[in-house]
């Protein structure tokens, strides 16, 4: 029997930054975001030797340790081993033998939620493979909790929902943890035309996400005026987002995005590089309308909106950044998991 699972990875359309605390917390945060046809993978393979084998299989490393109630958090394969850790701590299982292979179809570090999305696709397949009482808020909050709370990664929530629902979705993020997944239902030939208008662009760069989202965080804390405003403007330019979305008004996204560019900017410190900058204004003198960083900045993706047949241009001034374009659609669904 082999345990599989895959979690589609996201892009953030509008109001990224906004779910991290402390500013979720203090003044609500809203955040529009659509899955893709990225994935992260995981298979679950049980054994009964006493054993555990860890295989990252787009990294190229592996990790082999006895089975034990709690595995040690020393460095090494940390987020998968905590997983497991929970898995157990929750549910009161005996030590369980297994190996588990996973793959992510983007690099970490590339702004499209590969940490998050690994992590709820490894957990799903622990619910299919143990059979776990747990639904979908369940596992993005078990996700969140694993991520942020026992391994005090920084970042925010959005992600860990995004894999599990899937699609196109307004969130909103409040005190004590409160989420709220509002799901949208967009039409095919819309979701069709937007995927078509979208240029992914991947700088061949990668970041560590943690240091811009502590002095996001640091920012709210010190009460920041700069940073706290762009953060409400960014709040703003997800509702406007939703909006344009659902009347159809897929020029006036691009404008939008254009707009949160500058606040996006404002938040911390490294979220734009010169290389972003020069990225940017190449895409918009060949068409885009706007764009927008994935994830927390300073690495990774980047996309444009491009209208009409504009994407042809785009992607050609875009050819002397080195990097690629990755083609991608929209999905309607999020974590899937099987067994045979």
């Known amino acids: 029997m082999i345990i599989r699972s895959k979690a589609p990875l996201r892009l953030g359309l509008a109001g ?9 917390d203090m003044f609500g945060g809203a955040v529009l975001n659509a899955t893709i046809s990225l994935y992260a993978y995981a298979d679950i393979v049980p054994k009964n030797d006493g054993m ?16 034990e109630k709690t595995l040690a958090i020393n460095g090494e394969i940390d987020l998968l081993k905590a997983i497991y850790n929970r898995v157990l701590q929750d549910f009161n299982f005996s030590p369980l033998s297994f190996e588990l292979h996973t793959y992510v179809d983007a690099p970490a570090g590339s702004g499209l939620g590969t940490s998050s999305t690994l992590v709820v696709a490894v957990l799903g397949a622990f619910v299919q493979w143990l059979g776990l009482p747990l639904a979908e808020y369940d596992i993005a909050n078990l996700a969140y909790s694993i991520e942020r709370e026992d391994l005090q990664l920084a970042g925010g929530k959005q992600d860990q929902y995004a894999a599990t629902f899937g699609g196109f979705n307004f969130m909103e993020f409040g005190a004590e943890g409160k989420v709220i997944v509002n799901p949208l239902r967009i039409r095919s030939n819309i979701l069709n035309e937007l995927s078509r208008s979208i240029v992914l662009f991947y ?7 943690a240091k811009i989202i502590e002095q996001q965080q640091q920012n709210v804390k010190d009460n920041n005026n700069k940073s706290i405003e762009a953060m409400q403007r960014l709040k703003e330019q997800a509702v406007m987002m939703k909006e344009a979305l659902l009347k159809n008004s897929l020029n006036d996204m691009g404008k939008i995005l254009n707009l949160g560019w500058e606040y996006k ?14 990225v940017y204004q190449a895409a918009l003198e060949a068409g885009a309308l706007g764009g927008k960083i994935s994830g927390a900045g300073g690495g990774g993706y980047i996309f444009f909106y491009c209208p009409d047949e504009t994407r042809y241009n785009v992607i050609k001034a ?17 974590l899937v998991t099987w067994q045979f």
Do not use: N, W
């Open 52 to 67: 555990i084998k860890f295989c990252l299989k787009d990294k190229g490393e592996e990790y082999v340790c006895k089975s």
């Open 265 to 278: 900017k404002r938040m911390a410190k490294g979220i734009s590089t010169q290389l972003f900058e020069d």
């Open 203 to 209: 700088t061949d760069t990668s970041r560590d996400s």
């Open 16 to 24: 990224g930054g906004t779910d991290v605390s402390p500013f979720s």
């Open 318 to 334: 875009l050819q002397c950044f080195g990097g690629s374009v990755r083609r991608f659609e929209f999905t309607k669904h999020g």
